[in-house]
């Protein structure tokens, strides 16, 4: 089976980098995504590391060591509308994505 | 565009009656999902079409029957439904299924059950 584990909530101030970690157990691997989710809406894609290493879009980064089944998904310059729930997802076998439990960032002034 | 398309948005259906939820995405997109998630919790993935054929099926109930009329559209049949599957359902789509950690989510279809 699958299994991923990231923290329940993390707070941080507005303007501060916060970074979410996930780390996963798996049979198969593809890959690990990262998904925003504000309340009441749909998750939305974010980012995706199929092989180790660091991807950068704008002011997100995600990280991915396979040797270590380990991930973390890197916020900068935090805004106020970052304030939602974050899941990483585990890509099995082809078709196949499970989701963590989710992480709730709270971003204060 | 990367919009998935979802109706209706809200459905509130007795445990007798039967329903439909609908499902469109135009980025042509060959991989299609549906999931369902409980308040504060993950999604939960039901059913995967990929290139118009069932790929996989999460071991959901019967009363739950998933179907693709074309490369576009994705339907969730919903019979005898009962109480605790109230939940939003929510569409997805991916380029293939060999870019599945890349998904697009609809707005859901948030569904009570009565």
């Known amino acids: 089976g699958q299994s991923l584990e990231q923290p329940s909530e993390v707070t941080a101030v507005e303007g501060a980098i916060v970074q979410i970690n996930c780390t996963y157990q798996?049979?198969?691997?593809?890959?690990l995504s990262w998904y925003q989710q504000h309340d009441g809406g749909a998750p939305t894609f974010l980012s995706y590391?199929?092989?180790?290493g660091l991807e950068e879009t704008g002011r997100f980064s995600s990280f991915l060591s396979r040797s270590d089944s380990y991930g973390y998904l890197l916020l900068q310059e935090l805004q106020m509308k970052d304030s939602a729930s974050y899941f990483c997802?585990?890509?099995?076998?082809?078709?196949?994505?499970?989701f963590g439990d989710g992480t709730t960032l709270t971003v204060k002034p | 565009d990367t919009e998935v398309t979802q109706t209706p948005k809200h459905l509130v259906m007795g445990m007798t009656n039967k329903k439909s939820l609908k499902c469109e995405q135009h980025?042509?997109?060959?991989?299609m999902y549906w999931y369902k998630q409980k308040a504060k919790k993950p999604p939960e993935l039901m059913f995967v079409?990929?290139?118009?054929?069932?790929?996989i099926n999460e071991s959901v109930p019967s009363r739950f029957s998933p179907e693709c009329p074309n490369s576009s559209l994705l339907n969730l049949h919903l019979h005898a439904l009962q109480p605790e599957d109230s939940a939003l359902y929510l569409c997805?789509?991916?380029?293939?299924?060999?870019?599945?950690?890349?998904?697009?989510f609809g707005p859901g279809t948030r569904l009570t059950v009565t």
């Open positions: 997805a789509s991916s380029q293939d299924l060999g870019v599945t950690g890349e998904q697009y």
């Open positions: 798996t049979s198969g691997f593809y890959g």
């Open positions: 590391n199929a092989l180790d």
């Open positions: 997802a585990l890509g099995t076998n082809a078709g196949k994505s499970t």
């Open positions: 980025m042509g997109h060959r991989a």
């Open positions: 079409y990929s290139y118009e054929k069932l790929s």
